[in-house]
């Protein structure tokens, strides 16, 4: 979402009106006559990777953290969410006693929400705000590519305020926190009848440099009278989003980087002042990811240098990682990346090799070095849009300072070009 964020094939036939049961693929919740069904939980062709059907009295703290990026504000329970689980349905709730959550830096702002992943200085939406405390890592669920499903029936208040499923990016873990956004739902209460869509990539140099917004009406129903299905189709180079598993919305850009999930209520942001109708509700029968069966297409990158305009690779086979002009064709400038530990390990597309700093060279190397080596494990830090490659063994930082035509490693401050680097997509 701008900041805040909003959120089974449909059965055959037509439910007949008045009271019904939908069964144990939909929750336990009483359906009206124009509910759409829940779809089951298996799909073709992809493996269910995430479920939360919300049964039982109490959240899953496995799964759930239930306060609203709590590093942020200096009173920790003022993030916390207000929330009842009953029937298989979640049922967030925003009260007239509600606190604020971060007076100083967000001002009169509402929220109830729990999220799947936090971490110290994890979205930061405002770049004035301070990380006011530490708290402990969480990580519940975060995941790269697949299918997102919820059925929802939305809130029926009017006024200023908004519900949000929404997903942020977990790779950059410093203070810029440049990770990309999916507000997957993101529907004022003003507007009852729309979904509303938002997408950014705060300076992830790899997602959109603009808000991309989409705010239409439904198709068909009565979404704050009504369940209804909401699907989101991710993969390594589209969004597609779904109602009541028909095609809604298509942005021909997506992130490439793990994401956790949001789900919350929220009053007095972006979506206006709220009114005095109480409690404001939500209510989320369930929450879905599945994964496409055989994966989704490794995508290679190459990596450019700011001072240089020159890409990495490892022509010459010397054991060392180069730098040249080399054509976008030669697979040796081509590496793919992978997660391990909450770090990055770069394998390279015509040796299936991976970078390193196992040698104490002074030279970036690469080789069939063991996954759980911190030689070969890196973070990104992000500088002016560029990024910073940071070796976990070293701490030190991957650069072209001395001009030798060999990538080296060493404590060269974030100014300097020799160690700020763009990503192209591979071809």
């Known amino acids: 979402m701008v900041r805040q964020r909003p959120l089974r094939a449909a059965l055959a036939g037509v439910l007949t009106a008045g009271l019904c049961l939908l069964g144990s693929a939909t929750g336990a919740q009483t359906a009206?006559?124009?509910?759409?069904?829940?779809?089951?939980?298996?799909?073709?062709?992809?493996?269910?990777?995430?479920?939360?059907?919300?049964?039982?009295?109490?959240?899953?703290?496995?799964?759930?953290?239930?306060?609203?990026?709590?590093?942020?504000?200096?009173?920790?329970?003022?993030?916390?969410?207000?929330?009842t689980l009953s029937n298989g349905v979640l049922t967030e709730r925003l009260d007239p006693d509600t606190p604020a959550w971060n007076s100083k830096y967000d001002g009169t702002v509402k929220i109830s929400s729990i999220q799947t992943y936090n971490k110290d200085w994890w979205h930061r939406f405002n770049s004035a705000m301070p990380n006011d405390h530490h708290e402990p890592d969480f990580n519940g669920y975060s995941t790269q590519y697949?299918?997102?499903?919820t059925r929802a029936r939305m809130s029926n208040v009017g006024g200023g305020g908004h519900q949000a499923l929404w997903l942020v990016g977990t790779r950059d873990t410093t203070s810029t926190s440049?990770?990309?956004?999916?507000?997957?739902?993101?529907?004022?209460?003003?507007?009852p009848d729309t979904w509303r869509i938002a997408a950014y990539g705060w300076g992830d140099p790899e997602f959109l440099g603009s808000w991309s917004l989409s705010e239409s009406p439904v198709p068909s129903g009565q979404p704050t009278q009504e369940y209804h299905v909401y699907g989101m189709e991710w993969t390594p180079t589209e969004l597609k989003f779904y109602y009541d598993n028909q095609l809604y919305k298509t942005i021909n850009d997506a992130p490439n980087m793990p994401m956790?999930?949001?789900?919350?209520?929220?009053?007095?942001?972006?979506?206006?002042?709220?009114?005095?109708?109480?409690?404001?509700t939500w209510s989320v029968d369930y929450l879905r990811v599945w994964k496409k069966n055989g994966g989704y297409p490794t995508s290679y990158e190459r990596f450019k240098n700011r001072q240089t305009g020159q890409y990495m690779h490892i022509q010459s086979r010397t054991g060392n990682v180069q730098y040249g002009s080399v054509p976008s064709t030669d697979l040796t400038s081509q590496w793919s990346r992978e997660t391990y530990d909450g770090r990055y390990r770069y394998k390279n597309r015509a040796t299936g090799e991976y970078m390193h700093t196992e040698g104490a060279t002074g030279n970036v190397q690469y080789g069939a070095v063991p996954t759980t080596y911190w030689s070969s494990q890196w973070t990104e830090e992000t500088v002016d849009g560029r990024i910073r490659f940071r070796n976990r063994q070293t701490g030190q930082y991957m650069h072209t300072e001395n001009s030798t035509g060999l990538v080296q490693y060493g404590a060269v401050p974030s100014t300097y070009w020799s160690s700020q680097w763009t990503r192209e997509p591979a071809s």
Request: glycine share 8%; no cysteine.
């Open 146 to 149: 697949g299918y997102f499903e």
């Open 260 to 280: 956790g999930m949001i789900l919350g209520l929220y009053t007095d942001a972006g979506s206006g002042q709220h009114n005095d109708v109480w409690p404001k």
């Open 178 to 191: 440049a990770n990309s956004e999916i507000d997957f739902i993101e529907t004022f209460f003003s507007k």
């Open 32 to 83: 009206q006559a124009a509910d759409f069904p829940g779809n089951p939980t298996t799909k073709e062709g992809y493996t269910l990777d995430f479920q939360e059907e919300f049964d039982g009295t109490t959240l899953d703290t496995n799964k759930w953290l239930p306060y609203y990026l709590p590093h942020w504000t200096s009173t920790r329970e003022n993030a916390k969410a207000r929330y």
